[in-house]
């Protein structure tokens, strides 16, 4: 089994910057693709960035040249640097990562979610 713990959400005021933190624990073998994804009140969850093990990334238009995905193989952790925040970024962030075993069969894993909130 495999724990994803995100940390570093909270309130800032537009035109400010987080980070988030995503660190992976358990069983791992590989940790593959990573990702964060949010999801706003009412609304469904959307992708808000992906980075592959080899540090290949992509993002949404909504947060591109603001966000910025990366990753420390290391110690199993992906990171999103938010700058130039706007109110319609808030929304609750989750962490999502693709993990291989030894049989090379990949799972599935969310972290619990943390809120993000953009307001004056």
């Known amino acids: 089994q495999v724990q994803l713990v995100e940390s570093g959400g909270g309130l800032v005021q537009p035109g400010g910057s987080l980070r988030l933190s995503c660190a992976a624990s358990?069983?791992?073998?590989?940790?593959?693709?990573m990702a964060w994804y949010r999801q706003a009140p009412g609304k469904q969850r959307e992708l808000v960035a992906t980075?592959?093990?080899?540090?290949?990334?992509n993002y949404a238009e909504s947060v591109k040249g603001r966000f910025t995905i990366s990753r420390d193989n290391a110690k199993n952790t992906q990171y999103l640097q938010m700058n130039s925040l706007k109110p319609e970024d808030t929304a609750v962030y989750y962490c999502?990562?693709?993990?291989?075993?030894?049989?090379?069969?990949?799972?599935?894993?969310w972290g619990q979610g943390t809120q993000v909130t953009v307001s004056s």
């Open positions: 999502y990562a693709r993990v291989a075993d030894s049989r090379r069969y990949e799972y599935q894993y």
């Open positions: 358990g069983s791992i073998f590989s940790l593959n693709t």
């Open positions: 980075i592959t093990s080899g540090g290949n990334t």
